[in-house]
């Protein structure tokens, strides 16, 4: 639902959409515990989600470069450390190329 005056972003929708599909594959798999949504934490160049205590991945916010690898607005990323992205995209969010399971961002195969 749209609140006027507060729109909500691609990004919020996209993670919304996650939240979701991670809440049915939890239920499934681990109906015993209680389900942690995701959350996030705008930075300078990523936004960084979280699973609880956890990063569970990165999405950028600008063109650039991550360690010599090109990077795009709305590209998916799995964590290198508590900090940094790793280098390679594992897809963008806007375009519906990215790729992610329930504990992160899918490895590159």
């Known amino acids: 639902m749209l609140v006027k005056g507060n ?3 691609k990004f919020q929708m996209w993670l919304e959409k996650v939240n979701e599909q991670r809440k049915t594959y ?6 015993s515990t209680k389900y942690v ?3 996030f934490r705008k930075g300078q160049k990523y936004i960084k989600i979280f699973d609880g205590g956890s990063i569970w991945g990165f999405v950028s916010m600008e063109e650039g470069f ?5 990077v795009r607005i709305g590209d998916l990323l799995k964590p290198k450390n ?6 390679h995209s594992r897809g963008n969010i806007f375009a519906g190329t990215d ?4 504990h992160g961002p899918s490895y590159l195969r």
């Open 66 to 70: 991550n360690m010599y690898s090109p």
């Open 82 to 87: 508590h900090r940094a992205p790793a280098k």
């Open 26 to 31: 939890h239920q499934q798999n681990y109906g």
């Open 7 to 9: 729109p909500k972003t």
């Open 37 to 39: 949504p995701l959350t």
């Open 99 to 102: 790729k992610w399971e329930y």
